[in-house]
């Protein structure tokens, strides 16, 4: 059974830093990427960072220059480091894997994890 283990979130002032991990277990399909999403309260969810099996990166524009996103492979973890974070990054964030075996394709979600950005 495939398993995401989040970390890393917490209660942070303006201008800190976080660094937000996800742990994959159970991986029986090829993995084409591997993301991070965030919902703020009374939001959609929205992307903020994906990388996929090439290591290409995309960004969410508002995050851009302030975050980064890492794997490694061996250990099929996803690394989020946010940087400058403001109030408005405050939200749940969610780790996100994405692959296929066969003819199959599958998604899989984290539990989230809380960050709040305090002015």
């Known amino acids: 059974q495939v398993q995401l283990v989040e970390s890393g979130g917490g209660l942070v002032q303006a201008g800190g830093s976080l660094r937000l991990s996800c742990a994959a277990s159970?991986?029986?399909?090829?993995?084409?990427?591997m993301g991070w999403y965030r919902q703020a309260p009374g939001k959609q969810r929205e992307l903020v960072a994906v990388?996929?099996?090439?290591?290409?990166?995309n960004y969410a524009d508002s995050v851009k220059g302030r975050f980064t996103i890492s794997r490694d492979n061996a250990k099929n973890t996803v690394y989020l480091q946010m940087n400058s974070l403001k109030p408005e990054d405050t939200a749940v964030y969610y780790c996100?894997?994405?692959?296929?075996?066969?003819?199959?394709?599958?998604?899989?979600w984290g539990q989230g994890t809380q960050v709040t950005v305090s002015s």
């Open positions: 996100n894997v994405q692959g296929t075996a066969s003819i199959y394709e599958y998604d899989y």
């Open positions: 159970g991986i029986i399909f090829s993995i084409n990427g």
């Open positions: 990388i996929i099996s090439g290591g290409s990166t």
